[in-house]
């Protein structure tokens, strides 16, 4: 009988050794003569138990880790008999962990082999496209809006309505465009889902392209993302030969195709105008609104510009309808979110749950508080633009109107968690410092404003005019808030202001008192 193990190929189990690993484990096979076959799959998402070997068993798969190459021995002579090892962590599914998640966009994530599209199609993959082609183009955008999705990539938009602002706009040719340039800080989703589970994006994006009447798409990656950028090109390929993109897909009259495009390295670029600047061959450089991207986009020609999270969680809304994504959630933020657990935290990881968790729930029990066992001070919330969250606002759910309540965002889904040894100040001097570093330098509120903030921050952190220079940095604020042509200058206060509101100690001036807040 072969064994089939699997190992993650995901570059953050292969920089804690899972390449060595499955080495190591051929290896160990080889000299104990035991049939196996590895198959490389995305991760879990339980970073801190990578690398994590699974081996399929008849009630499912047994998960082992963290793997060092060291183990491997004792590791397949432990398969040979009854399975037991040290590392064993029983059934994968009945890890609480994992357990405890709604996986809908994540739902084949570290089970699927990502280079194979049959594999893919077994798992339910193929099956949203097939319907939204059956349905027609009119009717994929009603399922849309219906399921209540906004952009995952931050400003949370309703997908629907960008979709059919593309649909209703008359053009010879309209393009879809994928942001996976994944700048936010703590953030590794998007990496996963192109590491992981590819044909889901390329599902999304060929259903986009079908309900829009686009017949082309761009999927833009960071260029430190080396193994989603293959991944998503093997996957293409694949795709093109197993008819999920060409022409006549499903024997129907659409024709789609796609591309990868690799980005530089600028935050910015990230940003939707500055994106599609930098795809056109351009610097990236942010583009006044109106017009649209809807309108004119790539090209100067109308185009759908969603985050990989967006696109990759349309399969499901088409194949399972958009009530039952809607179904899940809270307020207006319906559906799950996939969230990145990062920072000095102990459980690290991509936790997918419906919108509504506090986020106590989140850092306390589900990331197990710190990693360096000190207590949590303050979290960051939505990428480096993104509010400090001190533990008396722990009672805020995850959705994007409770944050906005509280001056905060979600942003991408990302939460850096940082122990009493964090200063504030530091990191309030940080976010003027990003901004400075990564301004596209088109409008003089950020270009100017961010080194003038870093300066300011640095007099009151000497201890300078603190309260004229504290009244100054606040205005300084408010003028990059509402005078930035987009969300780089513009929520570069958030992180700043909720430094100094919720932790002025850090700043030479007297606690906030708990209760106040
Ligand atoms: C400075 C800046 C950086 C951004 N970086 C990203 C990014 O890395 N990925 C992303 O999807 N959206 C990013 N956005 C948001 C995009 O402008 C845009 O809202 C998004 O791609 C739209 O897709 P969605 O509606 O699916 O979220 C960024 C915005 C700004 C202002
Ligand atoms: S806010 Fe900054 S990044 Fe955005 S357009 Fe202005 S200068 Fe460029």
């Known amino acids: 009988m072969t064994l089939r193990v699997t190992i993650p190929i995901d570059a953050a189990a292969l920089a804690v ?112 496209l097939e319907r939204a082609l059956s349905l027609g183009a009119d009717a994929i955008v009603e399922q849309v809006v219906q399921s209540g999705l906004r952009g995952r990539g931050g400003a949370g938009f309703p997908t629907g309505i960008k979709w059919r602002t593309v649909a209703q706009t008359k053009a010879e040719q309209k393009y879809i465009v994928c942001n996976a340039d994944e700048g936010d800080s703590g953030t590794f989703a998007d990496r996963m889902i192109m590491e992981g589970d590819p044909f889901v994006l390329i599902e999304g994006m060929a259903i986009a392209g079908f309900a829009t009447g686009a017949t082309k798409g761009y999927v833009y990656i960071r260029s430190e993302y080396p193994h989603a950028v293959a991944a998503m090109e093997a996957a293409i390929g694949a795709a093109r030969q197993g008819g999920l993109l060409g022409n006549r897909i499903g024997g129907s009259s659409f024709g789609f195709d796609m591309e990868v495009r690799v980005g530089a390295g600028a935050y910015v670029c990230g940003e939707e105008t500055s994106l599609l600047d930098s795809l056109e061959g351009k610097r990236g450089l942010v583009r006044a609104k109106p017009p649209l991207p809807a309108h004119k986009g790539l090209f100067g020609l109308p185009t759908v510009i969603n985050n990989v999270l967006s696109f990759a969680s349309v399969p499901i809304i088409m194949d399972k309808g958009g009530a039952f994504y809607r179904d899940f959630g809270m307020g207006k933020s319906r559906g799950t979110m996939p969230i990145q657990l990062a920072g000095n935290i102990k459980h690290g990881g991509l936790f997918e749950t419906a919108f509504g968790m506090t986020l106590g729930e989140l850092v306390d029990e589900v990331g197990g508080g710190t990693r360096s066992g000190r207590p949590v001070r303050a979290v960051q919330v939505g990428g480096p633009l993104g509010a400090y969250f001190p533990r008396a606002l722990f009672d805020t759910p995850f959705d994007y109107e409770a944050f906005a309540a509280r001056d905060g965002l979600i942003g991408h889904g990302g939460i850096v968690v940082f122990d009493d040894t964090v200063d504030m100040a530091k990191q309030a001097r940080f976010a003027m410092e990003f901004c400075a570093i990564e301004s596209c330098g088109k409008c003089t509120p950020c270009r100017v404003g961010s080194t003038r903030g870093m300066e300011v921050i640095d007099h009151i952190i000497r201890g300078e005019n603190r309260t004229a220079n504290t009244v100054l ?18 929520f570069t206060p958030y992180p700043v202001m909720s430094a100094l509101t919720h932790f002025p100690e850090d700043f030479g001036a007297p606690p906030r008192l708990q209760a106040a807040e």
């Open 17 to 128: 050794g899972a390449g060595q690993v499955a080495s190591a484990i051929s290896a160990a096979a080889a000299r104990q003569k035991v049939a196996i076959e590895i198959v490389r799959t995305g991760s879990r998402g339980l970073y801190w138990l990578e690398p994590l070997v699974e081996v399929e068993t008849p009630a499912g798969r047994v998960a082992y880790g963290p793997v060092a190459p060291h183990d491997a021995e004792s590791l397949v002579a432990a398969l040979r008999v009854d399975g037991g090892h040290k590392l064993r962590l029983g059934l994968t599914e009945d890890i609480p962990w994992l357990k405890r998640q709604t996986r809908l966009t994540f739902a084949r994530c570290g089970i699927v082999d990502p280079r194979s599209l049959a594999d893919y199609r077994a798992h339910d993959g193929g099956k949203g």
């Open 473 to 490: 940095l606040e205005d300084l604020c408010n003028t990059l808030k509402f005078g930035s042509l987009c969300a780089l200058g513009g």
